[in-house]
């Protein structure tokens, strides 16, 4: 098993040769999207190959649709699995959402009703996906636009319901909670008092974007101050773990990626000063 910690960056065909022999400020880790990689052979195989080799390396997928209505997809889980295996994964990751319906990816991540019964159906699909999978399975909060019907409680509540009734854990996407409490009006801070701190094992921070209307999670941009801000609020509260800087369009250079990765870096070594530790653990 490969370890995990520090600052990663998420493994994009745009720079992964160049990232395969950087030298210095290199990331500490890698996350790779199985459902860009696992499928394909050639020169992206070997790639990929060359990053496992010199990387710790965690997969992060957008297929599990753990809250949908139709049955797990086997083949799917088989893949994750041997990727797990192959890069000595110590954990993967997919959202706490639904993301096909009919057995058709939906190319979108949508939200569950906030309800126990919802709740249920998510933590048996997780352990049951855990069942399948060796490596453990972390879930992510995803950004949402509207409520859907029927809610008995807020998003806050919903996740630790799920991840009470399951083995799973946490990851904690810092700029999803911000962009989601503007749009929905809600303290941030009171959504990371409810989160069971020894769950969460790793972060995303992320940019979002504005339409005039709303906040939308675009991962296109640097990580706005205010995301900072917040990430600083959950580290006092859950100590540094792994944090992943997620930019997806409007890709930069690799050397802006890293750039913003380091200001990450810099917060988490702050928060690993001993003095700090103890503060926290007490």
């Not at 080799?53 to 649709?65: G, M, N, Q, T």
């Not at 409680?153 to 996740?159: G, I, R, Y």
């Amino acid at each position: 098993m490969r370890e995990v910690a520090g600052f990663g960056v998420g493994l994009r065909t745009a720079f992964v040769e160049e990232i395969v022999g950087i030298g210095e400020r290199a990331p500490d880790w890698l996350e790779v999207t199985p459902e860009n990689w696992v499928c394909h052979g050639g020169r992206r195989r070997r790639n990929l190959d060359a990053c496992i080799e010199r990387y710790a390396v965690v997969p992060h997928s957008v297929s599990l649709s753990l809250g949908g209505p139709d049955p797990l997809d086997a083949g799917f889980l088989a893949s994750i699995d041997a990727l797990c295996r192959r890069t000595g994964a110590p954990w993967w990751s997919d959202h706490l959402c639904y993301s096909s319906l009919r057995g058709a990816p939906l190319h979108d991540l949508l939200p569950l009703p906030f309800t126990d019964e919802a709740a249920d159906h998510a933590a048996a699909r997780a352990d049951e996906t855990m069942r399948r999978v060796e490596a453990p399975l972390l879930l992510e909060n995803a950004t949402f636009y509207s409520h859907m019907p029927g809610a008995t409680m807020d998003e806050a509540a919903f996740l630790v319901a799920v991840l009470e009734r399951c083995r799973a854990g946490l990851l904690l996407d810092v700029n999803n909670i911000y962009v989601s409490a503007i749009n929905h009006g809600f303290d941030p801070l009171r959504y990371l008092d409810a989160i069971p701190a020894r769950a969460v094992q790793e972060m995303h921070l992320a940019g979002f974007d504005r339409n005039g209307l709303c906040l939308i999670d675009t991962h296109g941009k640097p990580v706005a101050g205010p995301v900072w801000n917040l990430y600083g609020e959950a580290l006092t509260r859950v100590g540094p773990v792994p944090t992943l800087i997620e930019w997806d369009t409007d890709l930069p250079s690799l050397a802006v990626l890293l750039e913003e990765a380091g200001k990450a870096q810099e917060i988490l070594d702050l928060w690993a000063a001993p003095e700090l530790a103890d503060a926290i653990a007490a």
